[in-house]
């Protein structure tokens, strides 16, 4: 019979089993690129700013259309300052006014339309802070993936290394090899190791950058690289870009403020109401007035200031079709170099590594037959870890091209599942 402290150890094992089973990091998946986009978009507080600005812009579209508050005037007129009425009331007059401001209708509506404009230029400038987000993730997601496969070739080669080590001990021991060899052997493993601290720090960094954006603990793990496909943006679309569509929308902030000024060339008039009572003696009296500004320097300020509304509509047009070209040509450049990327990595996938792998085997076989020494060896060791770092360089480029391309628009991109 077993003893009971056996069935005791046992319970306690399968309890903590089941504790780890459930615990938050054993529940914790891997951190995809279209999860990461999703938490980012969420976390971020830049797009809440935008959100604000468009409403504010909106709210002040309602208040500009209106007429001007009216003006309530309140007065005392001849009020004596000598002889026996001095500050006597009895021939001042007691006037209450009321005067309004008559704006056009033309006017009203530019007033608010220009402030309808700066709502759907807040709202393009939040589209694009959303694709420039994306793309920053993106980059932050692969940039992280990137050091941690070094960091892991790292320590594949440290392991290699060590095995490397203790063949040139054997060696040494049965008498065939020579301590330099051996020396050599550990040289190159302690560089590697070296390497290693290095990279750790780097994938810390890269980490934190990550987090910094998701919001979700650094230390989540990543899941598999999506499947690297883009459709070529056509020029057309390319003229679609959020940025481009964001300087339209100021080119449109600043017409709506030109037909403003325009509308500003006819001054507004305003009409006032007054009642006026006086002594016993004299009659109750109502007064009508209409004033109208004189705008007497016309060609020098109101001109010169919707001269000035239209020099800055023309600036940000020139602007906008130099940035469209500028983009379109940037885009046609992303393309070529993501395929090209993808070309040279299918070659180097192809033909460089199994060459890499062949050359390393060859060299070792080489130097356990006897016929070669150590050097051989380890320079094919450090050009095949060259060649797979090179690779994941390469790997990463092409990755950040295909992001920039796919994530141009703020839309959330088909070939990305969170």
């Given amino acids: 019979m077993e003893h009971p402290s056996f069935f005791l150890a046992r319970a306690a094992f399968a309890w903590a089993a089941l504790l780890a089973a459930h615990s938050p990091a054993a529940a914790v998946e891997p951190l995809s690129l279209g999860a990461a986009l999703q938490s980012a978009l969420a976390h971020s507080r830049s797009l809440d700013a935008s959100n604000a600005a468009a409403r504010g812009a909106r709210e002040m579209a309602v208040a500009a259309a209106q007429r001007p508050d009216p003006v309530l005037r309140l007065s005392l007129e001849e009020l004596a300052l000598q002889g026996t009425d001095r500050f006597g009331l009895s021939t001042t007059m007691r006037s209450i006014a009321l005067m309004q401001t008559l704006p056009s209708a033309d006017k009203r509506q530019a007033r608010g339309a220009r402030f309808e404009r700066e709502a759907e230029a807040a709202l393009s400038e939040r589209t694009q802070r959303v694709a420039a987000l994306q793309t920053e993730v993106a980059q932050a997601w692969l940039e992280r993936r990137l050091q941690e496969q070094s960091l892991h070739l790292l320590r594949a080669q440290i392991d290699e290394a060590q095995l ?34 290095a990279a750790q720090a780097e994938v810390a960094k890269a980490r934190l950058t990550l987090a910094r954006f998701t919001g979700g603990p650094p230390e989540q793990p990543l899941a598999g690289l999506p499947t690297m496909q883009h459709s070529p943006l056509s020029v057309e679309k390319a003229a679609q870009l959020p940025d481009l569509v964001a300087l339209q929308a100021r080119e449109a902030v600043a017409r709506a403020e030109a037909e403003l000024a325009r509308q500003e060339l006819r001054p507004d008039w305003s009409a006032e109401l007054m009642f006026s009572q006086r002594g016993s003696p004299f009659p109750n009296t109502v007064s009508i007035g ?91 060791r450090r050009d095949a870890l060259s060649l797979a770092q090179e690779r994941l360089t390469l790997e990463h480029e092409t990755a950040g091209l295909w992001a920039r391309l796919d994530y141009l628009f703020a839309d959330t991109p088909a070939g990305v599942t969170p």
């Fill in 290 to 380: 209409v004033s109208v500004p004189l705008q007497w320097d016309r060609p020098q300020r109101q001109q010169r200031e919707l001269a000035a509304r239209l020099a800055r509509v023309n600036e940000l047009q020139a602007e906008r079709e130099e940035q469209t070209r500028e983009r379109a040509l940037q885009v046609q450049r992303w393309q070529l170099a993501w395929r090209a990327g993808r070309d040279r990595l299918a070659f180097l996938d192809t033909q460089r590594q199994p060459l890499a792998q062949q050359r390393v085997d060859a060299a070792l076989a080489a130097y356990r037959g006897g016929r070669e020494g150590l050097g051989p060896v380890l320079q094919a």
């Fill in 164 to 197: 490397l080590v203790q063949t040139t001990d054997a060696v040494l021991r049965g008498g065939k090899g020579s301590s330099a060899d051996a020396l050599a052997a550990r040289e190159a493993q302690a560089q590697l190791e070296q390497a290693l601290i």
